[in-house]
């Protein structure tokens, strides 16, 4: 009985030993705790960004019954949302961003969309992802109070679509 509990032992901790090194040599452009680093094209102005989230779209799910005599229904895609696109950076002396929200606040916005893309660079500053934005425009500008120096942009866009 010794001998088969060492035996397992042994296999246990070979097969622990054997993951702990996989993880080690893991790809690093899939671990989602990499310092990852954006810059955003958009009618001429150019950003860098520290953070980038809500890249994406969903359907609203529309549920239908499927026979009028029974209760079973089915799920269709109903209408396409896109998200919107939060970023955040330090404080910078660039007037750009602050200009074109301003085009926007002041009822110019026809003229203040714009098509824009956003590229995710890796810590070798390798581009690792890129997205399309149609008719992109700043929603909103936010000093964030919480952490000072910082500041927080908020694009809206018709469509967005992963290239790469």
Known sequence: MKTASRFISVVLGAVMASSASAAATEDVVNNSGLSVHYEFSAGGISAYFTDCKGMGSQNEVEQTRVNPREES????????????????????????????????????????????????YDQTMMPIAEWSFSR?????????????????????????????
Not at 77 to 92: D, H, Y
């Open 73 to 120: 229904t089915a799920k269709f895609p109903g209408r396409l949302q896109v998200k919107n696109l939060t970023c955040s950076r330090g404080l910078t002396k660039s007037m750009d961003l602050w200009n074109w929200r301003q085009q926007v606040a002041s009822g110019r916005s026809a003229r203040s969309r714009v098509d824009a893309t956003l590229i995710a």
């Open 136 to 164: 992109v425009w700043p929603a909103s500008i936010d000093f964030n109070d919480t952490t000072p120096g910082r500041e927080t942009i908020v694009f809206a866009a018709d469509q967005v679509q992963r290239l790469r």
